[in-house]
Structure formats: C-alpha cells, structure tokens
C-alpha cells in the first residue's frame, strides 16, 4: 500500500486528500463474489486539454471527465474526476495513451504527471502520452472531507482494553456520519469496483478502443479488476508491487503486511554488516534501532523534520523506516538513524497523534478485515508483533482500527479473469509493503494469463530497476513481447 508538489492547483489538491485521513464507512458486512464481467458500453465526451496550473512543471495537460457517482443510476449525481497528461516525445512513434494506475490507496495520479514523470521510462515517455486521474474522493476528484476537530480526536491504535475497543467503534461511528455529511453522495461510492468504472469512462474517453495500463501498488487492485470486468478491452497491463485481493482473513492480511516489512528490515541489517558504507557498520544495529524505538515511546525523540516536536512510535516505524525500506536507499537510512540517535533526549511528553494516509474509507470499502471484541484485537497486534519484531505499530494494524465497524463495499475474492491478453506482474524479491508471495498469488489466480517478471533486488517498485527490468515492460508496452516466463532480473545496487 502507499503513500506524494509544486504548483498552487496540486497544493489545493493534497490539502483536499489530507482531510481524508480518517475517514471511514458505516457496519461491517460479509464477503461477496467477485464483480460479474459487463460489457455495456461507455458514452463520454472528448477530454478538454488545457495547461494545468504547474508553472514549475510545464508540459502537462489538465482535464476533467465527469462520471456518474453510482453507475447504476446514470441519470444521478454525478462528479468531476481530475485528469492530467503529458503527450508522448516522439509522436510519430506513438502507440497510444498508457493510463497510470495510483498507489496509496490515496496518492494522486494528477500529482504524478505534472510532478512525477521521471517515474517512466524514456521509452514509455517517447511511444505514449502518459495519463492518469485522482481516483474519486481524492485530491481533485470530489475529496472526502470530515471535520478537522473530530480528525483530531482520534484515538490511539495501541487499545488496552474493551471500553477502549468500543469507544473506537463508536468514535468510527461518529466521524463516517460525519464525513458522509460533508462530502455527499460519493461518500458511499468510494471502492475499487466503482473506480473500475471510472477506468473504462477514462479509455473511451481518450479514444482508446483497447486499455494500456500501469497499476503500480494499490493500484494494481484496479488492474486486476478491470480485467475481471472488461477482459476484452485490454491491450496491455502490467501490474506493479502487486497487492493480493484474495487475501481473506485478517490475521493472514496482518501477517502478510508484518512479513514484507520485517524482511526488508533483516536485509537492511544484512546490508549494514557486509558494507562500510553502512554508517552503522559494526554496530548492533537491532540494538540501536530499539533506543529510537523506546525514546519514541516515551516522546523522548525529536522528529527530524520539526525541531523541539516529539517523534511519535508509528511515525518512526512507518516514515523512517518503512518509507526508507521503500527506495531501498540504505545509505541514506543508516545516516538517519545515527544522526537521530545523536539527538539530545527531549524532556518525556505524550507524543502527539499521528494523521493516517489519505482515503481511509476507500481502503475500508475494499477490504473486509472484522475484528470482533478487544481480546481478538490484542491477539492481531502479537501476531504482527511476533512476525516483525522489529517494527511494532505498523501500518496495516492502524488502518484495522481505523475501519473498526466499516463496511467492505467491494471486499476480498479471487480474481475470475476470463479473455484477456497476457498480463505482466513485476515484484521485487523483498519489497516492504506489497510481499512478492502476493505476487506469486496473483499470478497463479490470472492462470495461463499472468506472467511475473522477478526482481531479485529491493524496494517497493521495480519497472525501472535497470536495464533488464526497464527493457522486459518496455517490450511488453510497446510491442506486446511478453517474457518468457520464470524470467528474473538481477538487483541494482542503490
């Protein structure tokens, strides 16, 4: 899962997503059976490109589409989904426009072509006009917005008992009442199968017959079911860092999430040993990470980014480490642990709360993860605590709490892919958020369809991980070359 300006318009953006970040939905509700394949026909105007508002990033293009909120009932409300492009480099190579897919849930995909289109290749840039969209109730897409006052209150995701289990319930209560009230109709419409819909609004409206596709995190969840949904309309996908939406339980989902981290954590620790680049080479560096950790506790350690302000557990745990695990810059890391450790000793505080990633109600529409009494709770948190002893207070178990009494819209199944082209996953072989065994899985759930392509390296993104990777989906996007199966790519040190 994951977590990304310059210009005023992507400032507003990001102000809008950040209002997200408790927000959640309403009771909880069972599995259902994957989405039925439809394929109805979509009726869109043409996109109407302008420059978007990005004065230090020109040559992107901004839009908007407007969608139904529910497509069930066309003639309802509607919303206006924020679009954005860049024209590819060398038009008379063109292919066609390749849709990027955001991770998060809650990054924007607006955001990631006006300031991020390093993240492609030279040839993707050069063969395809890059575009992709704020997915709805994000950033320029119709946010979700709640309460700032009530976002302040949130409590704690470390609960010690019953009472303080049903007040989290009842706090979830209040704040979806809440945010429904503030945002509207979208409030309830916020899943991945909506956002499928949106997807397929987006190609007719490019005037794509066939979808090009770049899912990379929580994005490849809307891959996946758009293949499910519109298998026919596909020309190329690739599925980057792949979440598995199969994944059923929520003690197998804590597992999952607590396994991926540790492992990037141990081989950082590897790293630290085998290299005199490590600031922390010869050091115990489980040791010293355990100091941070339990000067963090006591709101004894000042955050790096504000001066005199305390660093809180979870946003050591999960901005420090796990994002460092992400880039896989180890380097980098070691110095920020030394130099934290340096730090003088703040004066013990309570440490203050930490906000949550934006769309929290669209993670909670998308995954059924019950939890029944405080006792069951307690059990999640050791079992995460056993798995990664190293990082206590990980993300996946604040986003449990955080859905606590929500309902799941579109919750878990294994895909049913029926028709279309060959699909190619790319994983690394330790990527801290999304695990390469979700890969593995999601590549037997496409069947003779899913190809995975393996890098043998580290870090939370891999399509660009040198020339063996960038070479493999640049072939696949731009001329349909699959690899063979079974390939795998050698790491690049960072």
């Known amino acids: 899962m994951l977590f990304r300006g310059s210009s005023a318009a992507r400032r507003r ?21 994957a989405p039925v394949a439809t394929a109805a026909p979509v009726t869109t105007s043409p996109l109407r490109w302008a420059p978007c508002d990005a004065p230090d990033t020109p040559g992107a293009e901004c839009a908007t589409l407007t969608v139904p909120v529910d497509r069930a ?38 955001e990631r072509v006006v300031g991020g289109i390093g993240r492609f290749s030279p040839e993707v840039r050069r063969r395809f006009d890059i575009v992709s969209f704020d997915p709805r109730g994000v950033g320029g897409s119709s946010p979700v917005t709640c309460s700032a006052d ?48 949106d997807l397929d609004a987006l190609r007719a409206a490019l005037g794509e017959d066939r979808l090009t596709f770049h899912g990379s995190s929580y994005g490849t969840l809307l891959g996946a079911q758009y293949a499910e949904t519109y298998p026919h309309r596909i020309r190329a996908m690739v599925l980057e860092s ?28 590897r790293w630290c040993a085998d290299d005199a680049a490590c600031a922390l080479h010869g050091r115990d560096v489980r040791a010293v990470w355990r100091g941070l950790l339990s000067r963090a506790e006591r709101g004894e350690l000042e955050n790096p980014d504000r001066p005199g302000a305390s660093l809180p557990p979870e946003e050591l745990v999960n901005r420090i480490a796990f994002k460092g695990f992400y ?3 180890y380097a980098d890391l070691a110095t920020v642990v030394v130099d934290m450790e340096a730090s003088s000793p703040l004066p013990a505080s309570t440490a203050p709360a930490v906000p949550l ?43 449990t709490a955080a859905c606590l009494g929500a309902p799941a819209t579109d919750p878990q199944h294994r895909l049913t892919v029926d028709g279309a082209p060959p699909i190619l996953l790319a994983n690394a072989l330790h990527d801290p958020a999304t695990g390469y065994p979700w890969a593995v899985s999601v590549t037997r759930q496409l069947g003779r369809g899913g190809v995975l392509l393996t890098y043998e390296g580290r870090g939370h993104g891999s399509v660009t991980s040198g020339p063996c990777m960038e070479d493999a989906v640049d072939g696949y996007l731009t001329g349909l070359t699959v690899p063979l199966r079974g390939t795998r790519c050698p790491a690049v040190l960072s």
């Open 357 to 399: 990633p934006a769309a929290v109600p669209v993670f909670c529409a998308d995954w059924h993860l019950p939890v029944h009494d405080y006792r069951e709770y307690a059990s999640l948190v050791r079992t995460m605590n056993r798995t990664a002893p190293d990082l206590p207070h990980l993300l996946p178990i604040r986003m």
């Open 13 to 33: 953006g990001l102000r809008n997503t950040a209002t997200l970040a408790l927000a959640l939905l309403a009771t909880v509700t069972g599995l259902t059976a």
């Open 73 to 110: 009932r066309p003639d309802g409300p509607t919303l206006d989904l924020a679009v954005a492009r860049r024209r590819a480099t060398g038009p008379g190579a063109r292919v066609g426009s390749l849709v990027f897919g955001p991770g998060g849930p809650g990054d924007s995909g607006v």
């Open 150 to 197: 009530l976002l302040a209150r949130r409590p704690s995701a470390d609960l010690a008992s019953q009472a303080e289990f049903e007040a989290t319930l009842a706090y979830n209560e209040r704040l979806r009442a809440d945010c429904r009230k503030r945002t509207g109709p979208v409030f309830d419409h916020l899943d991945t199968r909506r956002t499928v819909e």
């Open 327 to 329: 880039t896989a810059r």
């Open 242 to 269: 792949v979440m598995d939406h199969s994944v059923s339980r929520t003690r197998d989902f804590l597992r999952g999430g607590a396994a991926a981290a540790q492992d990037s954590f141990d081989a950082f620790v």
